[in-house]
């Protein structure tokens, strides 16, 4: 009887910049080089796994540390200084005629009558 060979899933998250190997995230930890005729080249990359739970913690360390820092206003203005103009003008049109305003999750942004307003990706 012939053995089953075991199926690794790999895949690679750019916006999170991790490795994912059968569900588990990595990330790099370290990269081993050598220096051959004075040019660099990696040996090695070294990843270790990633604690949720850590992540967490250290968010949450993050967010208390900066939250008394600087206003939602300003954080809300910078998001927005690089928003498309026409796409802007329409999403104010709307604010003012006090369309009503939906906060959207997974994405961050608000829904703002027919149109949208993504904050973040």
Sequence with gaps: MAKKKEVISVENDLAENV????????IVDRVAS???????????????EVN?????KDID?????LKNQTSTGELIRELLKGYPTK???????RIRLKLPIK????CLGFKIGDSYLQLID
């Design 34 to 48: 050598k220096k051959i005729d004075g040019v660099i080249h990696n040996n090695k990359i070294i990843y270790k």
């Design 52 to 56: 949720k739970d850590e992540i967490k």
């Design 61 to 65: 360390t993050v967010v208390d540390a």
């Design 19 to 26: 490795l994912i190997v059968n569900g588990r995230k990595y």
């Design 103 to 106: 906060k959207q999750h997974g």
């Design 87 to 93: 796409d802007l003008r329409r999403i104010a049109k």
